[in-house]
């Protein structure tokens, strides 16, 4: 009985180990002098990718950790990952910096950021305005903050007063701005 134990314990861990080996996806990273570096990235959870990177480039073996800031991002699983600078309060002059997932691509993008500052970890929601300071989406008053966000689009902004568009419907908002906007030019 003891011997069958321990041979299910060490298969269970070597399972571990090996799973641990093959969760390497291809991607790549984007350096800080916008290289396209490609290779493999450790998918892990999504606390650890909002904080760090481990990744081998093709051709080597070494892993290597990025935190943010040492790279401007990386791409896994369909999915691009930009290093952003997170305020946890505006009144003080830094922030930390994090890696939050792109949703979209165009001038205001949509972020989601996996926040594991409390006891239990939370998505959190933030839009762009073309490179200029993110702003956490407010659930609670979600009518307000976007009729004032999406100001210079009335007809959008109209949707939004009149409930045609609501908190589900945040990326359609936002494709819908950056269609505008790039038809504006």
């Known amino acids: 009985m003891k011997i069958r134990l321990l041979f299910i314990l060490i298969m269970m861990l070597g399972a571990v ?3 641990g080996q093959f969760n390497f996806l291809d991607g790549y990273i984007i350096s800080n002098q916008n290289d396209t570096i490609r290779g493999k990235i450790k998918y892990t959870t999504p606390a650890l990718r909002s904080s760090k990177v481990i990744f081998v480039k093709n051709g080597d073996e070494e892993r290597l950790t ?4 040492q790279i401007k991002g990386y791409y896994v699983e369909n999915t691009v990952y930009d290093s952003k600078i997170y305020d946890v309060d505006l009144a003080l002059s830094y922030g930390y910096g994090v890696f939050m997932e792109r949703r979209n691509n165009g ?3 949509l972020y989601y950021y996996w926040n594991t500052d409390k006891e239990r970890g939370f998505t959190q929601t933030f839009i762009e305005n073309d490179g200029d300071y993110l702003l956490e989406v407010d659930f609670v008053g979600f009518k307000r903050q976007m009729t004032r966000y999406f100001e210079d ?4 902004q109209s949707k939004i007063k009149q409930g045609t568009y609501k908190k589900k419907d945040l990326e359609q908002i936002v494709a819908e701005y950056n269609e505008w906007k790039e038809s504006e030019w």
């Open 17 to 19: 180990l090996l799973y």
């Open 66 to 69: 990025y935190k943010p800031f």
């Open 107 to 109: 001038i205001v993008k």
């Open 153 to 156: 689009f009335p007809k959008l």
